[in-house]
């Protein structure tokens, strides 16, 4: 499949913008716009006054930042479309993961470097100011007057905790449209595109044991009172099976309906040692994006260097645990707590907290934004759409939801599966992989715009 003659003049036009708007992608990853507390707030507005500019001079003149109560301002415009034509939110996020040098960087992730590759690294390169400047591209192929009505929402806190989903939930006229276009995915390799069609939730809560009312010798007494690390230990350990599915009861799953992820490149991107084996079972991308995974992201206990022989009196543990798309997440978080607090042994004392219920997110694929996206993200790259899904999840996209439940949501972008290690040390991105998705944007864009002048004209003559 080749790309279709439109693709091709919409292409030719994005190619000769590409250069300036790589040099545009360096200068925002030089913006070392970390929002997460304790970070320095000065590069975020920095950087949340860089894309304003960038949105200026892309064609959204009006371009304005909205004050956030309680966290970084969002980047906010809109730009008329022809009368009657349907509105469009393009969305992506300016702040990015920290970038600690302990991760093991090769080049300084806060200089942006082009590599022996091609690929522009650097943090936040791919993660997602790539998403930034599709937008931006997208905006200046479509000139001033565009073929539908545009709204542009840069989120300056998507890495951490967001202010903006009250925000949305406060004022949702802003929000209100009819496609939302979220450019904070991308294709499992460079050249196959892909649509996400569903993102996984995620439940969250500490679970604390005691078993004893302070430290003891761990020679005098130990043998017969439990201490409660390892209590907690055995706790843990009920929430993988012996091949490593997570099997809290209750919890919902099911097969990936779409394509797979091939485990080469899953090993390699996930970092997994040599000789480290998969755990679950069933395809790849079921267990990444169709099934429940249960981790544990921390324990309260005392370190190893502060270590002395007594038996630990308490011990906590936080879970995190991906739901599926489909899931309601009160009660998977419902039957994850029971669950937590209903298989300590030797009937220690356990107290399970709640933190978070976070919801999954799953594409309507009848919306007709949707197949006007896939045909024009399949025009753009010359090969069939691939469906995927995405283990993350983006609370905002339930706010967005909620605050236009008419509006078709699209979820794509510039960060490949197999090599953009996003969050991760060397972040990068193929130019190659934001110039097509500018031409999908554009191309997507102008096929609801031409629908629409179609329908307005036999409107017209009837
Ligand atoms: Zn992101």
């Known amino acids: 499949?080749?790309?279709?003659?439109?693709?091709?003049?919409?292409?030719?036009?994005?190619?000769?913008?590409?250069?300036?708007?790589?040099?545009?992608?360096?200068?925002?990853?030089?913006?070392?716009?970390?929002?997460?507390?304790?970070?320095?707030?000065?590069?975020?507005?920095?950087?949340?006054?860089?894309?304003?500019?960038?949105?200026?001079?892309?064609?959204?003149?009006?371009?304005?930042?909205?004050?956030?109560?309680?966290?970084?301002?969002?980047?906010?415009?809109?730009?008329?479309?022809?009368?009657?034509?349907?509105?469009?939110?393009?969305?992506?996020?300016?702040?990015?993961?920290?970038?600690?040098?302990?991760?093991?960087?090769?080049?300084?992730?806060?200089?942006?470097?082009?590599?022996?590759?091609?690929?522009?690294?650097?943090?936040?390169?791919?993660?997602?100011?790539?998403?930034?400047?599709?937008?931006?591209?997208?905006?200046?192929?479509?000139?001033?007057k565009p073929p539908v009505g545009i709204k542009i929402l840069i989120e300056g806190?998507?890495?951490?905790?967001?202010?903006?989903?009250?925000?949305?939930?406060?004022?949702?006229?802003?929000?209100?449209?009819?496609?939302?276009?979220?450019?904070?995915?991308?294709?499992l390799a460079v050249g196959r595109p892909a649509l996400t069609t569903a993102l996984r939730g995620e439940v969250s809560c500490t679970v604390r044991v005691r078993t004893l009312r302070y430290p003891v010798h761990s020679g005098v007494f130990g043998g017969a009172a439990p201490d409660a690390l390892v209590a907690l230990i055995k706790i843990l350990a009920t929430l993988h099976d012996a091949v490593g599915s997570t099997v809290v009861p209750g919890v919902s799953g099911t097969e990936w309906p779409g394509a797979d992820f091939d485990?080469?490149?899953?090993?390699?991107?996930?970092?997994?040692?040599?000789?480290?084996?998969?755990?679950?079972?069933?395809?790849?991308?079921?267990?990444?994006?169709?099934?429940?995974?249960?981790?544990?992201?921390?324990?309260?206990?005392?370190?190893?260097?502060?270590?002395?022989?007594?038996?630990?009196?308490?011990?906590?543990?936080?879970?995190?645990?991906?739901?599926?798309?489909g899931a309601d997440a009160e009660r998977e978080l419902d039957l994850l707590t029971t669950h937590l607090a209903s298989v300590a042994p030797w009937n220690v004392e356990v107290e399970v907290s709640k933190i978070k219920a976070g919801w999954p997110f799953t594409v309507d694929m009848s919306g007709p934004t949707v197949r006007v996206a896939t045909e024009a993200l399949a025009a753009a790259f010359g090969a069939a759409v691939e469906t995927i899904g995405s283990g993350g999840s983006i609370p905002l996209i339930n706010s967005l939801a909620q605050a236009s439940p008419r509006a078709d949501v699209i979820l794509w972008g510039a960060e490949d599966m197999a090599l953009s290690r996003i969050h991760a040390s060397n972040e990068s991105v193929d130019p190659a992989?934001?110039?097509?998705?500018?031409?999908?944007?554009?191309?997507?864009?102008?096929?609801?715009?031409?629908?629409?002048?179609?329908h307005r004209r036999a409107a017209d003559t009837t």
Not at 81 to 91: D, E, F, I, M, N
Not at 438 to 448: D, E, H, K, M
């Open 157 to 187: 806190e998507e890495e951490t905790v967001s202010h903006l989903e009250d925000f949305v939930e406060a004022n949702p006229a802003l929000f209100d449209c009819d496609a939302f276009v979220i450019a904070d995915m991308g294709n």
């Open 263 to 325: 485990e080469a490149v899953y090993r390699d991107s996930a970092g997994l040692l040599d000789g480290v084996e998969l755990y679950g079972t069933g395809t790849l991308a079921s267990r990444l994006w169709s099934r429940p995974s249960a981790t544990v992201i921390g324990i309260d206990a005392p370190s190893v260097a502060a270590a002395s022989n007594v038996l630990i009196p308490e011990a906590t543990a936080k879970v995190s645990m991906r739901i599926a798309p």
């Open 433 to 454: 992989e934001i110039e097509k998705m500018i031409t999908a944007q554009v191309l997507a864009l102008r096929s609801l715009g031409g629908q629409n002048a179609d």
């Open 1 to 144: 499949m080749d790309m279709s003659p439109v693709a091709t003049d919409i292409g030719t036009v994005v190619a000769t913008r590409m250069p300036a708007l790589i040099d545009d992608l360096k200068s925002l990853v030089g913006i070392p716009s970390v929002a997460f507390p304790g970070f320095s707030s000065d590069p975020v507005h920095r950087m949340g006054e860089a894309v304003l500019e960038l949105l200026q001079r892309s064609g959204a003149s009006d371009a304005r930042l909205l004050d956030i109560p309680g966290g970084y301002p969002a980047v906010y415009a809109e730009i008329a479309g022809p009368a009657g034509s349907p509105t469009v939110l393009l969305y992506a996020h300016y702040d990015v993961q920290p970038a600690p040098l302990s991760q093991g960087w090769d080049t300084d992730p806060w200089q942006a470097t082009t590599g022996a590759d091609g690929r522009i690294y650097g943090r936040g390169a791919a993660d997602d100011k790539s998403g930034v400047i599709v937008h931006a591209g997208t905006m200046q192929v479509l000139g001033s």
